[in-house]
């Protein structure tokens, strides 16, 4: 890979970490430390999720018209003052949940250019440049996830103290070396979805794209649990906190070392439409093992299931929208993928916290279940009205 690719990864892989000693922990820190409700933790977190919405439409948007050094370099810098002031106040509920959106805006300003650059900076590298960044990320969350649940199991201080510094680390990375990427980058590799909108031509496949999210939206509504209720309810049973973070530990890991293995599946099951059929199954049947679990061994059980389940499932969806994408319009359809997965990680927490404060656990892992059996139909029926379409003017 080029240099400046190198870059971006170590830089990715340092703020990934940084930003997985925290994340993780949010629900069970704002539910057990400081008193609230899960409703109210996953609110929280749908605000962040919600301000990473509009930070990447923005940092789309300047990363056409602007630079992509100083777009960079603000969105980082504002959230590594958040994290600073963080350290501080981290005790008052709502300077916690201000300075989390604040967060979610720097990070939401950042992140789409650091994926259009990779893209900018190593045309010809294809989809490796991109996965370069994806692995980066994975290897960011397990180092940080491992190493943040011993820092918090001895002060969650400590965390907020470790989330900062490698934000400082990744700004001065930024601000020190990431102005040349400027007169490297090309820039019509990237343009924002708001450009892209227009008029919506080809309504059969915008309605078999739309049908498609409706499966990927439940599908990451119910991801979100492990990180929010099901966090917290891991510590209702006992399980230390240093065990949780090794749950995303375990997730990150086997995405950077199972690579091989989706490769070898997808090989040998070529149809993208089949990954999601398994990849549902095995979201299934890791809530199944989730529902009685517990002790930390079946919880990792769980997660193994889960990230195998998420491997096949993930990628597929961006990847069928790309097959349902007009000519010229490949951009906008995946600009709606990622705005439907982002808004399943807003509902996700609220949903699922308003069931267990309202009722348990184990409605939730019963309504989970339930809802997960919307993919097989979203995925079956999407592009019903597009078949039908070619078929006639052939």
Known sequence: MPKYIWLLVIATTINVTGGSFLWPLNTIYMHNELGKSLAFAGLILMFNQGAAIVGNLIGGALFDRFSAYKTILYGTGLAMAATLVLVFTHEVITAYAILLVIIGFGNGITWPVMFAMAGSLWPEGGRRSFNAIYVAQNLGVALGATIGGYVASISFDYIF??????????????????????????????????????????????????????????????????????????????????????????????????????????????????????????????????MFARDFTMFAVAMVILTVGEMLFWPAIPSLANSLAPKGRAGFYQGVVNSVGAAGRMIGPVFGGFIVDTFNIELLFFVLLFLLIIPFITTRFYDFKVNQEQQRTQ
């Open 161 to 290: 103290i470790a989330n900062a510094s490698l934000f400082i680390v990744f700004f001065l990375i930024v601000l020190f070396t990431f102005k040349p990427l400027d007169n490297e980058r090309d820039r019509q590799m990237h343009t924002s979805v708001l450009e892209q909108s227009g008029k919506i031509r080809n309504k059969s496949a915008f309605a078999g794209l739309f049908i498609l999210c409706g499966g990927f939206l439940i599908a990451w509504i119910s991801y979100s649990q492990w990180q929010s209720t099901i966090a917290s309810h891991t510590q209702d049973i006992g399980i230390p906190l240093e065990q949780y973070s090794a749950l995303w530990a375990i997730n990150g890991f086997l995405i950077v070392l199972g690579q091989p293995l989706v490769k070898w599946v997808s090989n040998k099951v070529t149809s993208e439409k089949k990954h999601i059929y398994i990849g549902t199954v095995i979201f299934i049947a890791s809530f199944i093992i989730a």
